[in-house]
């Protein structure tokens, strides 16, 4: 029997060889096995990492100072592609970058401003195509800013099926379409709305209708349906349609005494 306040479970050679699975060469394969973790210094692991908790979890990038990286690599056969987390940039902004084309994709600064394609966006969002425009700041009320600096201009694209329309909603905290700006793709009229209602005004085929959405003069305001399905727009470029047994008039103004009713 081994001596020395050994423990009753370990106090037998047979038992220390047990304990050691029978294995002549346990140390060698101590040795070996710690060979394959990862190093507390970093290294390289070949094989998928999860982290699967019951609760809370979390990967934590401590950098020493803001001139040093604490990021996210992504490679291709070693190759670097993307990366993103906080650069050795002097600040604390957040990147995603695609090192293969040398460019900033997404910026998200200290304050909750998100750039896409700038590093330095002006308001909540801004998205930058080509290079910036030059501008230095934006309205308090500014959300979203688009930027290009194209010879040609910057447009906003919505698009749609050809059995709705492509709009823009100009809401309040009551309704979030009080004022509507549509393209109609049906008969590719372009509508106005206000109050959320139904169109007021409508461009269509060189055609402007106020109160009416297919417009049947070069200038149709409608009071009122009167009934009439055509007429010569050849020869009637004003239309003015009302119910009324009195029927739709014009008035011209001058001062507040002197008018003209037609």
Known sequence: SLIDAAPGALNTLNELAAAMG?????????TNSIATKLPLAGGTMTGSLLIDSSSSASIGLDRGNDTSGSTIDFKTSGTLKWYMGLR??????????????????????TSGNLGIGTTAPLTNLDVVRGAATGLSSVNARTTLLLQNNNSAGTVL?????????SGIFLGDPENEAQGQI?????DNSMQFV????????????????????????????KQGDSGLSSINAAAHHIFLEDTGSNGPGMTMASGTTSNCTL
């Open 194 to 221: 206000t109050q959320g209602g139904s169109a007021e005004m409508t461009l269509n085929n060189g055609k402007l209708g106020i109160g009416e959405t297919s417009p049947l003069a070069s200038l149709h305001i």
């Open 88 to 109: 050795g940039l002097s600040n604390d902004n957040f990147y995603v970058r695609n090192e293969a084309g040398s460019t900033d994709a997404l910026t998200i600064l």
């Open 182 to 186: 549509k393209q109609v793709h049906t």
């Open 22 to 30: 029978d294995d002549a060469s346990f140390s060698t394969t101590v």
């Open 157 to 165: 694209s919505i698009n749609a099926p050809n059995t709705g329309y």
